[in-house]
C-alpha cells in the first residue's frame, strides 16, 4: 500500500517502496521487512505491512531544531569505557531529544501514513514502532538490540511519541559504546523509525529463529525458540522459551524433519496492557500451560519453510550463503503466522570452515549448576554477581557475569567477562547472542544462579560438554586443540564416529568422517526418554508414585507411548540430520536388565540375573513375549525417522543376536512395523560380538547386509572374562591372538560373502597397532570415538602409504 504524499515523499516510504539497496535510506531492519514484503508476500511469506521514517527525517529533526551541534558537543566529551562518564553522557543526549518536539512536517507525514494503516486494517490501530539504523545490521555487526522498540502503540499522540523515544533509543549507552567499539561515528548513523502493523501474538505464541545452529554453525538446521505472548520476552531472554530444530535438505523435499522439541518453562508472557499505564505488561503462565508445547508440528514446520525461503532470497541478492536471524509471530484472532523481521547471522557464518577449535576439560570438580550452554569454550574467573544495571560500574575485567538476564544496557560490561551465567533465556536471549559475538562462553536458564554463587567465587564454566552448560567449583585446567581441516586426506579405509549424545551432534559432524559407524540408543533412552518402554505402554495400570514420575518424565504428552517414539526419533534424528546423506548406523537398544530396571517404571518389569552382561540382552529380547510391544516403540521410532523425516541414510543393528534363527526373527518382528530389509535403502547389520557370529559369518551374512566387530564383547567371551570383574581385568586384551584371529577370519568370511564389515568397538581408538592390523587385514571401515577420529585417520593414511 503506498499512499505517499509529494511533501511526504522524502520523509516516508511504505515497505512497498523500500528493499535491500536502500538501507542508505531506511536502515538495516526496514529495508529487509520492505525487501520482505514486495518480493516475499507474493509467495506466501506473511509480512506486516508498514512504513518507515526516512534517513532525511531524521537528519531533518536534528538540523532544524539544532540538536546535531548539541549532540555532538556532548559526543566529544564521552569515554565509553567509563561507565560513569557513559551513563552520564548517554542521559544527556537522550534527554535533549525527547525534550524537542518534532518538526511540523515529520509529525504530519508520520500521522498521515498511521492513519492511512489504520485505515487498511478497518480501523485495528495498534502497531508496532520499530527503531533501524542506517548502519545496523550490516554483515561485520548485528546491531542487535542497540535501538527500542515499543508495541501496542496506539494512536496519533502515542505514535508520535513512541517515534521520538525511537530517536533518542539511537544514544542508549549501550549503542554509543557499541558503535565506538566497531568503528561507527555516531552523527554519521541516522535513524529510520517502522510503524508496522502489530500481529495479535499476546493472544498466541511468537519467537525467534535461525536459518543456522546458532552453537555449532551447522547450516542444515533451523533453530526456533517459541514462547506464549508477544515477542519480546523471547528476546530480552525474559523467559526459557521451548526449542525445536528441523533439517532443512528432507524438508525441501517434502518430509516433516523436527529434528528435536524441548519444552521450556515459559514462566510468563507478555501481553497488551489494556488501560493500564503502559503498552504492555508481563502476566504469570499457568503450569498447565506452561507444560505445554507452544507450537503445533505444523506450525514448526512452516516456519522452518518460510526460513528456507528467507535464506534462499537473501543469498541469491547477496550472492552467496546467507543464515538469517528471523523474529515471527503468530495472530491468536486468526491463527495466522507472520514473519516481523529477518536479519543477516553475525556470527556463525563468519567463522572459518577450515579451522576447528575443540576445548577440553583435563579435570573436573563438584558441579554447582547447569544450564543451556552457548558456544562451546570453557573459562574461568571470579564471580561476580549483578542485581541490575546500578551495579554494573562495580565489574572488573576477566570476572564471570553472573545475573538473572541481561539486556542491551549491560553490552559496555558483558564485553569485558571471561563468561556470563544467567537465571533465564534461551539459545535466542539477548545473552546468548552478545556472547557469541563476543566469543564468550555463557551459560543461560540456569534458573537460580543468582542464588547459587556467590561474590567472588572461583569457578570454571564450560560449554565444551554438549548442549548442557556446566558451571564447576575452583578454576579447572583445560585444553584448546586448533585443527587446520583445508588439505585433510581421506584415507580407503572408512573412518567413522562413535557418536552416543545427540546433542553434540551438530558439533561433532565438522570433524572429518565417513559416517557414524555406531550410534547407541542406550544413551538416547536414558538421557532423553528415562522411561521403561512398558510403563509407558501400561501406564494406565501404574500406581500412583510410578504414574506421578512417568508424568514428569513425559510432561507436554498425553499420548505416553507417542513420547517415547518421539524422543527416541528425535535423538536419532538430530544424529542423522548432521552427517546426512553418509550413513548413519544406529544400533537398537543394548541395555541389560538391570539398566532397563533403573529406568522410570523399570524395576516392576525386569528379571534380576546374576550375571546381566550374558542374559536377556541384545536380540533376545526384541521377540520375546515380555518385550515385543515395547520393542515395537523403538521400531517405530525408527521409521518416523526414516519415513516421516526422510533421514533414509539410517541404518540398523541388533545386538548381541546368539543364532542365526534370532536374527530372522528379530527381522519378522521389524517387519510387522515396516522395517522391512532391502525397503527404500533399509540395510540391516549385526553385531558381530559373540563367537558364534565368527564361527557362522556365512550363514549371518545371508540374512544380514553387514557386521560390526564389538571388540570388547568379542574379546570378553573368547577368553571367558567379567570384563566388569577388577580381579580378571589384567587378562582382557584385544591384542589376543585369539581376538585377532577371530576378527581376521570374519573379516575374509564378510569379503567373500559380499557383506560390510567394519569395527566399533574401543580397540583402535586406544592402540595404533591394532588399527594397523585390521587396515591390513582389509576392513572396510573402522568407527572411532570422536576425540580418536583425527589422530586415526592420520595413522591409517600411513599404514596404507606403506
Known amino acids: 500500500m503506498s499512499v505517499v504524499t509529494d511533501v511526504s515523499t522524502d520523509l516516508i516510504r511504505w515497505f512497498d517502496q523500500i528493499g535491500m539497496d536502500d538501507v542508505p535510506i531506511v536502515g538495516g531492519k526496514n529495508a529487509s521487512l520492505g525487501e520482505m514484503y514486495r518480493q516475499l508476500t507474493p509467495r506466501g511469506i506473511r509480512v506486516p505491512n508498514g512504513f518507515a521514517t526516512t534517513a532525511a527525517a531524521y537528519r531533518m529533526f536534528l538540523n532544524e531544531t539544532g540538536l546535531d551541534e548539541k549532540i555532538s558537543q556532548i559526543l566529544s566529551g564521552i569515554n565509553v569505557g567509563d561507565i560513569d562518564n557513559l551513563q552520564h553522557h548517554g542521559m544527556a543526549i537522550r534527554h535533549l531529544i525527547l525534550d524537542t518536539p518534532l518538526p511540523e512536517p515529520i509529525s504530519h507525514a508520520i500521522v498521515e501514513a498511521y492513519h492511512h494503516l489504520c485505515e487498511e486494517r478497518h480501523d485495528l490501530a495498534d502497531v508496532a514502532v520499530r527503531s533501524s539504523a542506517t548502519a545496523e545490521d550490516l554483515p561485520d555487526a548485528s546491531f542487535a538490540g542497540q535501538q527500542e522498540t515499543y508495541l501496542n502503540v496506539r494512536g496519533q499522540a502515542s505514535v508520535l511519541d513512541a517515534c521520538r523515544r525511537c530517536f533518542a533509543s539511537l544514544f542508549t549507552d549501550r549503542a554509543i559504546s557499541y558503535r565506538a567499539n566497531h568503528g561507527y561515528d555516531s552523527m554519521r548513523v541516522a535513524l529510520s523509525i517502522g510503524v508496522q502493523q502489530m500481529v495479535r501474538s499476546d493472544l498466541a505464541t511468537s519467537g525467534v529463529m535461525f536459518s543456522i545452529d546458532t552453537e555449532t554453525g551447522f547450516r542444515d538446521a533451523v533453530l526456533i525458540n517459541a514462547a506464549f505472548g508477544l515477542g519480546e520476552n523471547v528476546v530480552q531472554g525474559s523467559v526459557n522459551p521451548d526449542e525445536y530444530y528441523v533439517f532443512k535438505p528432507t524438508l525441501k523435499k517434502g518430509f516433516r524433519p523436527i529434528l528435536n522439541k524441548t519444552i521450556g518453562t515459559k514462566a510468563m508472557k507478555m501481553v497488551y496492557d489494556i488501560g493500564g499505564s503502559k503498552m504492555t505488561k508481563n502476566v504469570p503462565v499457568s503450569p498447565e500451560q506452561a507444560n505445554c508445547f507452544a507450537l503445533e508440528d505444523d506450525d514448526i514446520l512452516q516456519l522452518a519453510r518460510w526460513a528456507c525461503q528467507i535464506e534462499d532470497h537473501y543469498s541469491q541478492l547477496r550472492g552467496q550463503a546467507c543464515p538469517m536471524d528471523m523474529e515471527w509471530a503468530k495472530d491468536g484472532r486468526t491463527g495466522d503466522l507472520f514473519i516481523v523481521q529477518a536479519r543477516p547471522e553475525t556470527v556463525q557464518s563468519r567463522k572459518s570452515p577450515t579451522t576447528l577449535e575443540r576445548y577440553h576439560l583435563r579435570e573436573r570438580s563438584s558441579i554447582l549448576l547447569t544450564g543451556r550452554s552457548i558456544g562451546e569454550k570453557i573459562s574461568s574467573g571470579p564471580v561476580r554477581l549483578i542485581r541490575d544495571v546500578h551495579g554494573l560500574a562495580g565489574f572488573r575485567d576477566g570476572e564471570i557475569l553472573v545475573t538473572d538476564k541481561t539486556d542491551p544496557d549491560w553490552e559496555p560490561v558483558m564485553k569485558r567477562a571471561a563468561g556470563i551465567v544467567t537465571n533465564r533465556g534461551g539459545r535466542t536471549c539477548h545473552a546468548a547472542i552478545v556472547s557469541r559475538e563476543l566469543g564468550l562462553p ?15 567465587q572461583t569457578v570454571t564454566i564450560s560449554c565444551a560438554e554438549g548442549d548442557e552448560g556446566i558451571v564447576y567449583q ?23 564416529m562413535n557418536v552416543a ?11 572429518p568422517n565417513d559416517g557414524v559407524g555406531l550410534a547407541r540408543e542406550e544413551f538416547i533412552i536414558s ?14 495400570q501404574l500406581d500412583d508414585d510410578t504414574r506421578a514420575a512417568v508424568d514428569k518424565a513425559t510432561m507436554g ?91 533414509r541414510n539410517v541404518k540398523l543393528m541388533i545386538p548381541f543376536c546368539r543364532t542365526v534363527e534370532e536374527g530372522r526373527k528379530v527381522q519378522e518382528e521389524m517387519a510387522r512395523y515396516g522395517l522391512v530389509r532391502g525397503q527404500d535403502g533399509l540395510e540391516i547389520y549385526v553385531m558381530c560380538e559373540i563367537p558364534s557370529n565368527v564361527i557362522l559369518a556365512d550363514q549371518f551374512a545371508e540374512i544380514f547386509d553387514g557386521f560390526s566387530i564389538g571388540s570388547n564383547d568379542l574379546t570378553q567371551l573368547t577368553l571367558g572374562i567379567d570384563r566388569d570383574s577388577e580381579i580378571v581385568a589384567h587378562v582382557f586384551d584385544e591384542n589376543n591372538e585369539a581376538v585377532k584371529r577371530s576378527i581376521s577370519s570374519v573379516i575374509k568370511t564378510a569379503k567373500a560373502k559380499g557383506a560390510k564389515i567394519g569395527i566399533c568397538g574401543q580397540a583402535p581408538s586406544d592402540y595404533p597397532e591394532f588399527a594397523a592390523f585390521l587396515v591390513k587385514e582389509g576392513i572396510d571401515s573402522m568407527s572411532l570415538t570422536p576425540d580418536a577420529v583425527l589422530k586415526t585417520t592420520m595413522h591409517v593414511l600411513e599404514v596404507e602409504k606403506q
Open 442 to 456: 555463557a551459560i543461560v536458564g540456569t534458573l537460580n544462579a543468582t542464588e547459587v554463587l556467590n561474590d567472588g
Open 474 to 496: 575452583g578454576a579447572l585446567p583445560f585444553d584448546v586443540e586448533s585443527v587446520d581441516l583445508s588439505d585433510q586426506q581421506r584415507p580407503n579405509t572408512k573412518i567413522m
Open 501 to 511: 549424545t545427540p546433542d553434540q551432534a551438530f558439533a561433532f559432524s565438522a570433524i
Open 527 to 540: 538421557n532423553y526418554v528415562k522411561v521403561h518402554p512398558q510403563a509407558l505402554l501400561d501406564y494406565d
Open 557 to 647: 504428552y498425553h499420548d505416553k507411548p507417542k513420547f517415547y517414539i518421539d524422543r527416541l526419533a528425535e535423538g536419532i534424528a538430530m544424529i542423522a540430520s548432521a552427517f546426512f546423506p553418509k550413513d548413519v548406523i544406529v544400533r537398537l537398544s543394548d541395555f541389560k536388565t538391570n539398566e532397563y530396571a533403573n529406568l522410570v517404571g523399570g524395576a516392576k518389569y525386569e528379571p534380576k540375573e546374576d550375571n546381566p552382561m550374558l542374559g536377556f540382552r541384545g536380540a533376545s529380547r526384541y521377540y520375546s513375549p515380555q518385550f515385543r510391544d515395547a520393542f515395537g516403540l523403538e521400531c517405530k521410532a525408527a521409521r518416523k525417522v526414516r519415513d516421516e523425516m526422510g533421514l
